[in-house]
Protein backbone atom coordinates (compact mmCIF):
# COMPACT_ATOMS: atom_id res chain seq x y z
CA UNK A 1 0.00 0.00 0.00
CA UNK A 2 1.31 3.46 -0.63
CA UNK A 3 1.62 6.30 0.96
CA UNK A 4 -0.71 7.97 -1.44
CA UNK A 5 -2.94 5.42 -0.70
CA UNK A 6 -2.99 5.69 2.38
CA UNK A 7 -3.62 9.21 2.61
CA UNK A 8 -6.63 8.95 0.36
CA UNK A 9 -7.74 6.57 3.24
CA UNK A 10 -6.78 8.37 6.43
CA UNK A 11 -8.71 11.70 5.46
CA UNK A 12 -12.51 10.63 5.95
CA UNK A 13 -11.14 8.42 8.98
CA UNK A 14 -9.84 11.08 10.48
CA UNK A 15 -12.48 13.91 9.91
CA UNK A 16 -14.86 11.77 10.98
CA UNK A 17 -13.00 10.58 13.98
CA UNK A 18 -12.36 14.06 15.03
CA UNK A 19 -15.55 15.50 14.43
CA UNK A 20 -17.00 12.36 16.80
CA UNK A 21 -13.91 13.84 19.58
CA UNK A 22 -15.33 17.29 19.10
CA UNK A 23 -19.11 16.67 19.60
CA UNK A 24 -18.32 14.57 22.90
CA UNK A 25 -15.86 17.13 24.36
CA UNK A 26 -18.47 19.73 24.36
CA UNK A 27 -21.91 17.25 25.07
CA UNK A 28 -19.76 15.43 27.87
CA UNK A 29 -18.54 17.25 30.59
CA UNK A 30 -16.96 14.81 33.64
CA UNK A 31 -18.28 15.44 36.98
CA UNK A 32 -15.22 14.83 39.63
CA UNK A 33 -15.81 14.11 43.36
CA UNK A 34 -12.41 13.78 44.75
CA UNK A 35 -8.70 12.83 43.93
CA UNK A 36 -9.06 9.33 44.80
CA UNK A 37 -9.14 7.29 41.86
CA UNK A 38 -9.57 3.59 40.97
CA UNK A 39 -8.09 2.11 37.79
CA UNK A 40 -8.62 3.88 34.96
CA UNK A 41 -9.76 5.98 32.28
CA UNK A 42 -9.57 3.55 29.00
CA UNK A 43 -11.75 0.73 28.64
CA UNK A 44 -8.25 -1.56 27.85
CA UNK A 45 -6.76 -0.50 30.91
CA UNK A 46 -10.31 -0.51 32.91
CA UNK A 47 -10.85 -4.11 31.69
CA UNK A 48 -7.56 -5.73 32.86
CA UNK A 49 -7.72 -4.13 36.52
CA UNK A 50 -5.33 -1.22 35.46
CA UNK A 51 -2.65 -2.94 34.31
CA UNK A 52 -2.05 -1.32 31.01
CA UNK A 53 1.12 0.95 32.21
CA UNK A 54 3.79 -1.17 29.73
CA UNK A 55 1.25 -2.27 27.37
CA UNK A 56 -0.12 1.33 26.40
CA UNK A 57 -1.31 0.50 22.86
CA UNK A 58 -4.10 3.28 22.43
CA UNK A 59 -4.53 6.81 22.36
CA UNK A 60 -5.23 7.99 25.98
CA UNK A 61 -1.39 7.05 27.07
CA UNK A 62 -0.99 10.35 25.90
CA UNK A 63 -2.22 11.20 29.15
CA UNK A 64 -0.94 7.45 31.07
CA UNK A 65 2.30 6.50 29.33
CA UNK A 66 3.48 9.01 26.94
CA UNK A 67 6.52 7.44 25.73
CA UNK A 68 4.75 4.71 24.28
CA UNK A 69 3.29 7.24 21.45
CA UNK A 70 6.52 6.36 20.03
CA UNK A 71 5.41 3.21 18.94
CA UNK A 72 1.72 2.97 18.41
CA UNK A 73 -0.44 3.81 15.60
CA UNK A 74 -2.11 6.92 15.04
CA UNK A 75 -6.15 7.11 16.08
CA UNK A 76 -8.83 8.84 18.22
CA UNK A 77 -10.16 6.74 21.60
CA UNK A 78 -13.68 7.65 22.95
CA UNK A 79 -14.00 5.88 26.18
CA UNK A 80 -16.77 6.02 28.92
CA UNK A 81 -17.11 4.71 32.40
CA UNK A 82 -20.19 4.07 34.01
CA UNK A 83 -20.33 3.51 37.83
CA UNK A 84 -23.30 1.91 39.90
CA UNK A 85 -21.76 3.19 43.33
CA UNK A 86 -23.44 3.04 47.02
CA UNK A 87 -21.59 4.58 49.94
CA UNK A 88 -23.79 3.81 53.71
CA UNK A 89 -22.78 5.25 56.58
CA UNK A 90 -24.16 4.49 59.92
CA UNK A 91 -23.35 6.99 62.82
CA UNK A 92 -22.61 5.72 66.10
CA UNK A 93 -21.57 6.44 69.61
CA UNK A 94 -18.66 5.32 71.41
CA UNK A 95 -21.05 2.52 73.21
CA UNK A 96 -21.87 1.05 70.06
CA UNK A 97 -25.03 2.61 69.65
CA UNK A 98 -26.79 4.72 67.11
CA UNK A 99 -26.51 8.25 67.87
CA UNK A 100 -29.77 10.56 68.96
CA UNK A 101 -29.56 14.52 68.21
CA UNK A 102 -30.01 16.64 71.52
CA UNK A 103 -34.00 17.15 70.09
CA UNK A 104 -34.48 13.49 70.54
CA UNK A 105 -34.16 12.47 66.97
CA UNK A 106 -31.97 8.72 66.44
CA UNK A 107 -30.08 8.49 63.11
CA UNK A 108 -30.03 5.05 61.50
CA UNK A 109 -27.80 3.77 58.50
CA UNK A 110 -28.35 6.09 55.21
CA UNK A 111 -27.52 5.02 52.03
CA UNK A 112 -27.31 6.98 49.26
CA UNK A 113 -30.25 7.58 46.96
CA UNK A 114 -29.25 7.19 43.48
CA UNK A 115 -27.11 3.97 44.12
CA UNK A 116 -28.99 2.14 40.86
CA UNK A 117 -28.05 5.33 38.81
CA UNK A 118 -24.80 5.11 37.05
CA UNK A 119 -22.63 8.37 37.13
CA UNK A 120 -21.09 8.74 33.75
CA UNK A 121 -16.93 9.57 33.41
CA UNK A 122 -16.24 9.84 29.60
CA UNK A 123 -12.80 10.99 28.24
CA UNK A 124 -11.33 11.54 24.63
CA UNK A 125 -7.69 11.20 23.23
CA UNK A 126 -6.07 11.58 19.80
CA UNK A 127 -3.05 10.27 18.55
CA UNK A 128 -0.80 10.66 15.95
CA UNK A 129 2.85 8.79 14.83
CA UNK A 130 5.09 11.37 13.40
CA UNK A 131 7.67 9.09 12.05
CA UNK A 132 9.65 6.10 13.03
CA UNK A 133 10.60 7.72 16.48
CA UNK A 134 8.43 10.58 17.21
CA UNK A 135 4.49 10.25 18.47
CA UNK A 136 2.28 13.33 19.27
CA UNK A 137 -0.98 12.71 21.35
CA UNK A 138 -4.08 15.00 23.17
CA UNK A 139 -6.22 13.64 25.63
CA UNK A 140 -9.36 14.93 28.03
CA UNK A 141 -9.69 13.32 30.75
CA UNK A 142 -11.04 13.75 34.47
CA UNK A 143 -10.37 11.81 37.50
CA UNK A 144 -11.44 7.92 37.57
CA UNK A 145 -13.94 8.67 40.64
CA UNK A 146 -17.07 8.17 41.72
CA UNK A 147 -19.57 10.80 40.77
CA UNK A 148 -21.93 11.88 43.47
CA UNK A 149 -24.71 12.87 41.40
CA UNK A 150 -27.42 15.50 42.12
CA UNK A 151 -29.84 14.67 45.66
CA UNK A 152 -27.48 11.37 45.97
CA UNK A 153 -27.05 12.29 49.91
CA UNK A 154 -30.01 14.39 50.58
CA UNK A 155 -31.29 16.69 53.49
CA UNK A 156 -32.93 14.19 55.18
CA UNK A 157 -32.90 10.82 55.94
CA UNK A 158 -35.25 8.11 57.34
CA UNK A 159 -34.83 8.18 61.38
CA UNK A 160 -36.62 7.17 64.53
CA UNK A 161 -38.27 9.99 67.31
CA UNK A 162 -37.21 9.02 70.78
CA UNK A 163 -40.35 11.16 72.04
CA UNK A 164 -42.84 10.13 69.44
CA UNK A 165 -41.80 6.33 69.43
CA UNK A 166 -42.24 6.65 65.68
CA UNK A 167 -39.87 6.10 62.67
CA UNK A 168 -39.74 9.44 60.22
CA UNK A 169 -37.54 11.61 57.93
CA UNK A 170 -34.85 13.33 60.08
CA UNK A 171 -32.13 15.27 59.14
CA UNK A 172 -29.41 13.30 57.47
CA UNK A 173 -26.98 12.02 59.76
CA UNK A 174 -23.78 13.06 56.99
CA UNK A 175 -25.18 16.77 56.61
CA UNK A 176 -21.82 18.42 58.24
CA UNK A 177 -19.24 16.12 56.21
CA UNK A 178 -21.49 16.80 52.67
CA UNK A 179 -24.65 17.54 51.16
CA UNK A 180 -23.81 18.01 47.75
CA UNK A 181 -20.79 17.88 45.22
CA UNK A 182 -21.67 18.98 41.54
CA UNK A 183 -17.71 19.57 40.81
CA UNK A 184 -16.02 19.38 37.56
CA UNK A 185 -12.44 18.39 36.93
CA UNK A 186 -11.01 17.67 33.82
CA UNK A 187 -6.87 17.21 32.84
CA UNK A 188 -6.91 18.00 29.27
CA UNK A 189 -3.00 16.63 28.30
CA UNK A 190 -1.01 17.36 25.13
CA UNK A 191 2.24 14.98 25.27
CA UNK A 192 5.47 13.71 23.12
CA UNK A 193 6.76 10.25 22.99
CA UNK A 194 9.99 9.65 21.22
CA UNK A 195 12.53 6.48 21.11
CA UNK A 196 16.04 8.09 22.75
CA UNK A 197 17.61 4.87 21.73
CA UNK A 198 16.62 1.32 20.15
CA UNK A 199 13.70 0.03 21.88
CA UNK A 200 13.91 2.54 24.71
CA UNK A 201 10.94 5.82 24.54
CA UNK A 202 10.69 8.36 26.84
CA UNK A 203 7.45 10.81 26.81
CA UNK A 204 6.33 13.66 28.57
CA UNK A 205 2.92 15.47 28.80
CA UNK A 206 2.07 18.80 29.92
CA UNK A 207 -1.29 19.12 31.67
CA UNK A 208 -3.83 22.49 32.20
CA UNK A 209 -6.15 21.19 34.39
CA UNK A 210 -9.70 22.58 34.39
CA UNK A 211 -11.91 22.67 38.14
CA UNK A 212 -15.01 24.26 38.61
CA UNK A 213 -16.18 23.49 42.04
CA UNK A 214 -19.81 23.78 43.69
CA UNK A 215 -20.08 21.78 46.88
CA UNK A 216 -22.98 21.97 49.28
CA UNK A 217 -22.71 21.40 53.46
CA UNK A 218 -24.56 21.40 56.51
CA UNK A 219 -23.68 23.40 59.40
CA UNK A 220 -24.07 25.37 63.18
CA UNK A 221 -25.36 28.63 63.88
CA UNK A 222 -24.07 28.46 67.47
CA UNK A 223 -23.72 26.07 70.25
CA UNK A 224 -22.54 25.75 73.96
CA UNK A 225 -19.54 24.04 75.89
CA UNK A 226 -22.45 21.55 76.88
CA UNK A 227 -24.10 20.84 73.81
CA UNK A 228 -22.36 17.30 72.90
CA UNK A 229 -25.01 16.10 70.21
CA UNK A 230 -25.80 17.94 66.82
CA UNK A 231 -29.37 20.01 67.35
CA UNK A 232 -31.31 21.11 64.08
CA UNK A 233 -32.54 24.32 65.29
CA UNK A 234 -29.38 25.70 64.48
CA UNK A 235 -28.73 24.22 61.55
CA UNK A 236 -27.98 25.80 58.13
CA UNK A 237 -26.69 25.14 54.68
CA UNK A 238 -24.15 26.43 52.99
CA UNK A 239 -23.12 26.47 49.16
CA UNK A 240 -19.69 27.29 47.82
CA UNK A 241 -18.60 28.06 44.29
CA UNK A 242 -15.39 28.86 42.56
CA UNK A 243 -13.19 27.14 40.12
CA UNK A 244 -9.56 26.94 38.34
CA UNK A 245 -9.19 27.54 35.13
CA UNK A 246 -5.61 26.64 34.84
CA UNK A 247 -3.90 23.99 37.01
CA UNK A 248 -0.63 23.28 35.48
CA UNK A 249 0.60 19.83 35.54
CA UNK A 250 3.06 17.39 34.17
CA UNK A 251 3.41 13.87 33.53
CA UNK A 252 6.35 11.84 32.41
CA UNK A 253 6.71 8.50 30.57
CA UNK A 254 9.27 5.52 30.13
CA UNK A 255 9.15 2.29 28.27
CA UNK A 256 11.56 0.01 27.97
CA UNK A 257 11.74 -3.27 25.63
CA UNK A 258 15.01 -5.11 27.06
CA UNK A 259 13.77 -8.31 25.08
CA UNK A 260 11.40 -8.81 22.48
CA UNK A 261 8.84 -10.55 25.11
CA UNK A 262 9.30 -8.33 27.72
CA UNK A 263 8.52 -4.64 28.58
CA UNK A 264 9.21 -2.39 31.54
CA UNK A 265 7.62 1.22 32.12
CA UNK A 266 7.45 4.00 35.02
CA UNK A 267 5.01 6.86 34.89
CA UNK A 268 4.64 9.65 37.36
CA UNK A 269 2.25 12.57 37.68
CA UNK A 270 1.73 16.13 39.33
CA UNK A 271 -0.81 18.06 38.96
CA UNK A 272 -0.69 21.48 40.64
CA UNK A 273 -3.44 22.44 43.77
CA UNK A 274 -6.91 23.90 42.86
CA UNK A 275 -6.10 27.36 43.71
CA UNK A 276 -8.64 30.02 43.83
CA UNK A 277 -9.10 33.82 44.99
CA UNK A 278 -12.58 34.09 42.95
CA UNK A 279 -15.62 32.98 44.77
CA UNK A 280 -19.41 33.38 45.68
CA UNK A 281 -20.93 31.54 48.81
CA UNK A 282 -24.16 31.67 50.09
CA UNK A 283 -24.98 30.95 53.91
CA UNK A 284 -28.46 30.01 55.24
CA UNK A 285 -29.71 29.75 58.77
CA UNK A 286 -33.14 27.77 59.86
CA UNK A 287 -32.28 24.97 57.62
CA UNK A 288 -35.13 22.78 58.95
CA UNK A 289 -38.56 23.79 60.55
CA UNK A 290 -38.88 24.11 64.00
CA UNK A 291 -41.60 25.43 65.97
CA UNK A 292 -43.21 24.38 62.74
CA UNK A 293 -42.39 20.57 62.51
CA UNK A 294 -40.81 19.98 65.84
CA UNK A 295 -39.67 16.83 64.03
CA UNK A 296 -37.37 18.53 61.61
CA UNK A 297 -38.70 15.94 58.91
CA UNK A 298 -38.27 18.70 56.33
CA UNK A 299 -36.18 21.54 54.79
CA UNK A 300 -37.13 24.64 55.20
CA UNK A 301 -38.05 26.64 52.30
CA UNK A 302 -35.81 29.27 51.45
CA UNK A 303 -36.69 32.76 52.03
CA UNK A 304 -36.82 35.35 49.09
CA UNK A 305 -38.19 38.54 50.64
CA UNK A 306 -34.75 39.71 52.06
CA UNK A 307 -35.13 41.89 55.10
CA UNK A 308 -38.29 40.43 55.82
CA UNK A 309 -36.88 37.15 56.38
CA UNK A 310 -34.96 37.88 59.23
CA UNK A 311 -37.74 37.42 61.93
CA UNK A 312 -39.59 34.16 60.51
CA UNK A 313 -38.41 30.77 61.89
CA UNK A 314 -39.97 28.76 59.39
CA UNK A 315 -37.72 29.63 56.16
CA UNK A 316 -34.41 29.95 55.40
CA UNK A 317 -32.77 32.73 55.57
CA UNK A 318 -30.11 33.12 52.72
CA UNK A 319 -26.80 35.28 53.65
CA UNK A 320 -24.77 35.69 50.03
CA UNK A 321 -21.65 36.64 49.81
CA UNK A 322 -19.17 37.42 46.77
CA UNK A 323 -15.60 38.37 46.27
CA UNK A 324 -15.27 40.88 48.90
CA UNK A 325 -15.60 38.22 51.38
CA UNK A 326 -14.39 35.18 49.88
CA UNK A 327 -10.13 35.02 50.34
CA UNK A 328 -9.35 31.39 49.06
CA UNK A 329 -9.65 27.78 48.34
CA UNK A 330 -6.93 25.61 47.67
CA UNK A 331 -7.77 21.68 46.94
CA UNK A 332 -4.61 20.06 46.26
CA UNK A 333 -4.31 16.70 44.06
CA UNK A 334 -2.23 13.95 45.29
CA UNK A 335 1.02 12.88 43.18
CA UNK A 336 1.35 9.65 41.86
CA UNK A 337 3.93 6.86 40.18
CA UNK A 338 3.67 3.87 39.20
CA UNK A 339 6.15 0.58 37.27
CA UNK A 340 5.03 -1.85 35.44
CA UNK A 341 6.02 -4.97 33.92
CA UNK A 342 4.64 -6.89 30.56
CA UNK A 343 5.44 -10.20 29.77
CA UNK A 344 3.83 -10.91 26.24
CA UNK A 345 3.89 -13.98 23.95
CA UNK A 346 4.51 -12.97 20.17
CA UNK A 347 2.34 -15.27 17.38
CA UNK A 348 5.11 -17.33 15.06
CA UNK A 349 6.85 -15.28 12.82
CA UNK A 350 4.14 -11.82 13.66
CA UNK A 351 6.65 -10.15 16.22
CA UNK A 352 7.12 -7.26 14.09
CA UNK A 353 4.59 -7.24 11.62
CA UNK A 354 2.27 -4.48 11.17
CA UNK A 355 -1.73 -5.30 11.58
CA UNK A 356 -3.58 -4.94 8.11
CA UNK A 357 -5.47 -2.00 9.31
CA UNK A 358 -2.51 0.47 10.89
CA UNK A 359 -0.70 0.39 8.10
CA UNK A 360 -1.96 3.91 6.93
CA UNK A 361 0.27 6.73 7.05
CA UNK A 362 3.85 6.41 8.17
CA UNK A 363 5.63 2.37 7.62
CA UNK A 364 7.16 2.47 11.11
CA UNK A 365 6.47 -0.74 12.82
CA UNK A 366 3.24 -0.03 15.31
CA UNK A 367 2.45 -1.68 18.56
CA UNK A 368 -0.84 -3.59 18.17
CA UNK A 369 -1.48 -6.54 20.66
CA UNK A 370 -4.45 -7.43 18.44
CA UNK A 371 -2.82 -8.67 15.48
CA UNK A 372 0.96 -9.84 16.52
CA UNK A 373 0.65 -11.41 20.13
CA UNK A 374 -1.01 -14.58 21.20
CA UNK A 375 -1.17 -13.53 24.77
CA UNK A 376 0.08 -11.13 27.32
CA UNK A 377 0.08 -10.58 31.58
CA UNK A 378 1.17 -7.55 33.17
CA UNK A 379 1.96 -6.60 36.93
CA UNK A 380 1.46 -2.60 38.07
CA UNK A 381 2.98 -1.13 41.23
CA UNK A 382 1.87 2.35 42.22
CA UNK A 383 2.28 4.79 45.13
CA UNK A 384 -0.02 7.70 45.89
CA UNK A 385 1.28 10.72 47.51
CA UNK A 386 -2.04 11.23 49.44
CA UNK A 387 -0.69 13.16 52.44
CA UNK A 388 -0.04 15.97 50.04
CA UNK A 389 -3.96 16.49 50.06
CA UNK A 390 -4.62 16.45 53.73
CA UNK A 391 -5.77 19.90 53.98
CA UNK A 392 -8.57 21.52 51.88
CA UNK A 393 -7.89 25.21 52.38
CA UNK A 394 -10.98 27.85 52.36
CA UNK A 395 -10.66 31.02 53.44
CA UNK A 396 -12.84 34.20 54.23
CA UNK A 397 -12.33 37.67 54.92
CA UNK A 398 -10.67 37.97 58.11
CA UNK A 399 -10.00 41.26 61.07
CA UNK A 400 -7.05 40.02 63.24
CA UNK A 401 -8.66 36.65 63.18
CA UNK A 402 -12.15 37.45 63.68
CA UNK A 403 -14.46 37.47 60.79
CA UNK A 404 -15.91 40.55 59.31
CA UNK A 405 -18.86 39.62 57.73
CA UNK A 406 -21.88 39.06 60.22
CA UNK A 407 -24.48 36.37 60.45
CA UNK A 408 -26.57 36.20 63.41
CA UNK A 409 -25.37 35.02 65.42
CA UNK A 410 -21.74 35.46 64.50
CA UNK A 411 -19.99 35.85 61.52
CA UNK A 412 -18.41 34.06 58.20
CA UNK A 413 -15.83 31.54 59.77
CA UNK A 414 -12.21 33.89 58.96
CA UNK A 415 -11.05 30.06 58.29
CA UNK A 416 -12.85 26.71 57.01
CA UNK A 417 -10.60 24.73 56.41
CA UNK A 418 -11.15 20.60 55.91
CA UNK A 419 -8.91 18.25 57.67
CA UNK A 420 -8.80 14.71 55.42
CA UNK A 421 -6.48 12.78 57.49
CA UNK A 422 -5.19 10.30 54.46
CA UNK A 423 -2.12 7.73 54.57
CA UNK A 424 -0.29 7.41 51.39
CA UNK A 425 -0.80 3.99 49.59
CA UNK A 426 0.38 1.24 47.78
CA UNK A 427 -1.54 -0.38 44.50
CA UNK A 428 -0.82 -3.58 42.55
CA UNK A 429 -2.87 -4.24 39.92
CA UNK A 430 -2.49 -7.91 37.65
CA UNK A 431 -4.05 -8.12 34.42
CA UNK A 432 -3.39 -9.35 30.68
CA UNK A 433 -5.25 -10.08 27.06
CA UNK A 434 -5.61 -13.51 25.09
CA UNK A 435 -6.33 -13.02 21.43
CA UNK A 436 -9.12 -15.26 20.52
CA UNK A 437 -9.12 -14.19 16.95
CA UNK A 438 -6.08 -12.88 15.23
CA UNK A 439 -7.15 -9.27 14.03
CA UNK A 440 -10.76 -9.40 15.12
CA UNK A 441 -11.45 -10.39 19.27
CA UNK A 442 -9.97 -10.85 22.19
CA UNK A 443 -11.07 -11.42 26.03
CA UNK A 444 -9.34 -9.10 28.53
CA UNK A 445 -9.20 -10.24 32.74
CA UNK A 446 -7.90 -7.95 35.70
CA UNK A 447 -7.65 -7.37 39.28
CA UNK A 448 -6.24 -4.54 41.53
CA UNK A 449 -5.94 -4.13 45.48
CA UNK A 450 -5.37 -0.54 47.06
CA UNK A 451 -4.16 -0.33 50.42
CA UNK A 452 -5.92 1.79 53.12
CA UNK A 453 -5.54 5.68 52.60
CA UNK A 454 -7.63 7.59 55.27
CA UNK A 455 -7.18 7.63 59.29
CA UNK A 456 -10.58 5.84 60.42
CA UNK A 457 -11.18 9.09 62.70
CA UNK A 458 -11.65 11.35 59.61
CA UNK A 459 -13.86 8.91 57.58
CA UNK A 460 -16.58 10.92 55.74
CA UNK A 461 -18.99 10.04 52.54
CA UNK A 462 -16.76 12.20 49.81
CA UNK A 463 -14.53 9.40 49.67
CA UNK A 464 -13.88 6.29 51.17
CA UNK A 465 -10.51 5.68 51.15
CA UNK A 466 -10.64 2.06 52.91
CA UNK A 467 -8.37 -0.99 51.82
CA UNK A 468 -10.47 -1.74 48.00
CA UNK A 469 -9.78 -3.60 45.47
CA UNK A 470 -11.84 -4.94 41.96
CA UNK A 471 -11.73 -7.92 39.69
CA UNK A 472 -13.51 -8.29 36.07
CA UNK A 473 -12.64 -8.13 32.29
CA UNK A 474 -13.85 -7.27 28.88
CA UNK A 475 -13.84 -8.35 25.39
CA UNK A 476 -12.39 -5.92 22.59
CA UNK A 477 -14.00 -7.10 18.42
CA UNK A 478 -12.18 -5.13 15.46
CA UNK A 479 -14.11 -4.34 12.43
CA UNK A 480 -11.84 -3.08 9.90
CA UNK A 481 -10.13 -0.14 11.29
CA UNK A 482 -12.43 0.71 14.32
CA UNK A 483 -12.05 -1.37 17.90
CA UNK A 484 -14.83 -1.51 20.20
CA UNK A 485 -14.28 -2.25 23.65
CA UNK A 486 -16.55 -3.72 26.78
CA UNK A 487 -15.54 -3.93 30.44
CA UNK A 488 -16.61 -4.47 33.92
CA UNK A 489 -15.58 -4.89 37.06
CA UNK A 490 -17.00 -5.55 41.10
CA UNK A 491 -15.25 -2.85 43.33
CA UNK A 492 -14.98 -3.96 47.22
CA UNK A 493 -14.14 -1.55 50.02
CA UNK A 494 -13.10 -2.97 53.72
CA UNK A 495 -15.09 -0.11 54.96
CA UNK A 496 -13.37 2.49 58.05
CA UNK A 497 -14.78 2.69 61.42
CA UNK A 498 -13.52 4.27 63.91
CA UNK A 499 -15.92 2.90 66.79
CA UNK A 500 -17.86 6.58 67.39
CA UNK A 501 -15.02 8.19 68.10
CA UNK A 502 -14.43 10.39 65.08
CA UNK A 503 -12.15 14.03 65.08
CA UNK A 504 -14.40 15.73 62.48
CA UNK A 505 -15.96 18.73 63.56
CA UNK A 506 -18.48 20.50 61.66
CA UNK A 507 -18.24 24.74 61.29
CA UNK A 508 -19.76 27.13 62.95
CA UNK A 509 -20.45 30.73 62.29
CA UNK A 510 -19.82 31.57 66.19
CA UNK A 511 -16.30 30.88 67.09
CA UNK A 512 -15.25 29.68 70.43
CA UNK A 513 -11.82 28.93 72.28
CA UNK A 514 -9.90 25.98 72.82
CA UNK A 515 -10.61 26.15 76.13
CA UNK A 516 -14.26 25.77 76.03
CA UNK A 517 -15.05 29.51 77.42
CA UNK A 518 -16.70 32.24 75.99
CA UNK A 519 -18.06 30.28 72.61
CA UNK A 520 -18.88 34.16 71.12
CA UNK A 521 -15.46 35.15 71.36
CA UNK A 522 -14.46 35.09 67.61
CA UNK A 523 -10.58 34.84 67.59
CA UNK A 524 -8.54 32.58 65.78
CA UNK A 525 -5.66 31.30 67.28
CA UNK A 526 -2.33 31.54 65.45
CA UNK A 527 -0.67 28.56 64.10
CA UNK A 528 -3.17 26.27 64.26
CA UNK A 529 -4.05 23.29 61.74
CA UNK A 530 -6.93 22.05 60.18
CA UNK A 531 -6.59 19.06 62.26
CA UNK A 532 -7.04 20.72 65.26
CA UNK A 533 -8.79 23.62 65.07
CA UNK A 534 -11.15 24.24 67.54
CA UNK A 535 -12.56 27.78 66.75
CA UNK A 536 -15.89 28.36 64.70
CA UNK A 537 -15.91 24.48 65.15
CA UNK A 538 -18.75 22.47 66.68
CA UNK A 539 -17.40 21.03 70.79
CA UNK A 540 -18.50 17.34 69.46
CA UNK A 541 -17.57 15.52 66.34
CA UNK A 542 -19.72 14.60 63.31
CA UNK A 543 -18.45 11.51 61.47
CA UNK A 544 -18.64 9.01 64.37
CA UNK A 545 -19.35 5.85 63.47
CA UNK A 546 -18.47 3.81 59.87
CA UNK A 547 -19.01 3.95 56.45
CA UNK A 548 -18.91 1.20 53.33
CA UNK A 549 -18.88 1.12 49.75
CA UNK A 550 -19.44 -1.35 46.65
CA UNK A 551 -19.60 -0.49 43.52
CA UNK A 552 -20.49 -2.19 39.50
CA UNK A 553 -18.50 -0.61 37.14
CA UNK A 554 -19.24 -1.03 33.41
CA UNK A 555 -17.02 0.63 30.40
CA UNK A 556 -17.69 1.33 27.13
CA UNK A 557 -15.03 2.15 24.05
CA UNK A 558 -14.18 2.47 20.57
CA UNK A 559 -11.18 2.95 18.89
CA UNK A 560 -10.81 4.82 15.09
CA UNK A 561 -6.97 3.80 13.64
CA UNK A 562 -6.03 6.53 10.85
Known sequence: ???????????????????????????????????LEYPDNGSASFSRGGAWLATANEPIATHYNPAALAIQGSGVSIEQNLAFDKVCYDRRGPDGQEETASDGLQYLPACNTRSGFPSAVPSMSIAFRVSDKLGIGLAVVPPSTYVIAENSFPSTKLGYNTVTKQYQQVPAPYRYQLLEQQSTILFPTVSVGYELLKNFRVGVGFI?????????VGGV????????????????????????????GVVVGIHWSPASVIDVAAWG?????????????????????????????????ICRQGQACQSNSNVQVPYRFGNDTFRHFVFPIPPEVRLGLRYHQPRHGQAKAKAPALTVGTDAPKRDPLHEDVFDVEVDGSYTFNEAANTIEIRFDERNGQG???????????????????????????????????DKFAVRAGTWLETQAQQPEWLQISYVAALRGGFGGGVVFRQDF?????????????????HGHGLMRGTTTAGTNPDGTDPNINKEPPGVTAATRQQYRTYHTVNDGRITQSANVFTLGGTIHF
Open 404 to 438: TQPVFPGYVPPNADRWNGFKNSIGVRLGGQYNVIQ
Open 208 to 216: SGIASINTT
Open 1 to 35: MTNVQGHRLMSPRFVAAVAASAAFVVSSPAHASNP
Open 482 to 498: IDISFGFQHQWSAGLDN
Open 269 to 301: RYISPIDSTQGEFTLSKNAYASSADPAFSVPNP
Open 221 to 248: ATENSDVTADHAYEDGFTQLKTKDLFMP
